[in-house]
């Protein structure tokens, strides 16, 4: 909140990540259902032995846990092979937060990281999906992303729509800034190759930077953060800040 705060411990210690997968399964990435199974194995891939992996899928409009998070690979692979084909809407913001709410919300002081990949069409952009509640609007979840301890990386496949395409994309990547993670866009599933590489460079190159923070009033007041080094040419993504609890 514009108060310079005295950093007690800042490095990049080895730190195992949660990594969770959302698989957008509805109507609008029907097409790409066999390559999607193929990318959930390669971001599955990327988990270094000491983190854990979670696999969730949008699908017939409901959320489903396809596995909680676990070190079981074989296990996880199975799974992805076994996903029958399946449709529907696109509540993709209440998947967002299920997502979250799922195991992350109960591991604040954990590494967590959620990758989407998503065409990002959610099927009524401002209207809330009764089959997943109605805490799904983008203003809502806008709201609350700076909460949440998790980094977001969207993986948004192109759209042929050129509005809601457009709409997707700066929707998906202003959650995904919110919490320091980054947006990755492909035309298709088929063109994601060098994004494995990246996504898993992101994840093993997070920093931690904890502080005292002088206003000691914890109330659950948002308390906005900005980060700043002295090395030239370093380019940083932080949270936007963080609930006082």
Not at 65 to 77: A, G, I, M
Not at 156 to 175: D, H, P, Q, T, V
């Given at each position: 909140?514009?108060?310079?705060?005295?950093?007690?411990?800042?490095?990049?210690?080895?730190?195992?990540?949660?990594?969770a997968l959302l698989l957008d399964l509805s109507g609008s990435t029907r097409t790409e259902r066999a390559p999607m199974k193929e990318a959930a194995r390669r971001f599955i891939g990327i988990a270094r032995p000491q983190d854990r992996v979670a696999v969730y899928a949008l699908a017939s409009d409901l959320f489903y846990?396809?596995?909680?998070?676990?070190?079981?690979?074989?296990?996880?692979?199975d799974l992805v092979d076994a996903i029958p084909e399946v449709a529907g809407s696109t509540p993709l913001?209440?998947?967002?937060?299920?997502?979250?709410?799922?195991?992350?919300?109960?591991?604040?002081?954990?590494?967590?990281?959620l990758i989407v990949i998503s065409d990002g069409i959610y099927s009524a952009f401002d209207q809330p999906a009764s089959a997943l509640g109605d805490w799904t609007t983008f203003a809502m979840l806008r709201r609350a992303t700076p909460k949440m301890s998790m980094l977001i990386y969207?993986?948004?496949?192109?759209?042929?729509?050129?509005?809601?395409?457009?709409?997707?994309?700066?929707?998906?990547?202003?959650?995904?800034?919110?919490?320091?993670?980054?947006?990755?866009?492909?035309?298709?599933?088929?063109?994601?190759?060098?994004?494995y590489a990246q996504v898993a460079d992101e994840l093993s190159t997070v920093y931690s930077v904890a502080y005292y923070p002088r206003n000691q009033n914890f109330d659950g007041a948002f308390r906005r953060v900005e980060v700043k080094v002295k090395r030239a040419g370093a380019r940083l993504r932080t949270r936007s800040g963080y609930?006082?609890?």
């Open positions: 909140d514009g108060v310079l705060q005295k950093v007690a411990v800042a490095g990049s210690e080895n730190i195992p990540f949660n990594l846990v396809v596995s909680p998070l676990t070190e079981d690979r074989r296990r996880l692979l913001y209440a998947a967002v937060a299920s997502s979250y709410a799922e195991e992350f919300a109960r591991r604040p002081q954990e590494r967590n990281a969207p993986i948004l496949l192109g759209s042929e729509n050129i509005f809601y395409g457009e709409r997707a994309r700066k929707r998906m990547e202003e959650l995904a800034s919110l919490t320091g993670g980054r947006l990755f866009s492909a035309r298709s599933i088929r063109d994601l190759e060098p994004v609930a006082a609890w």
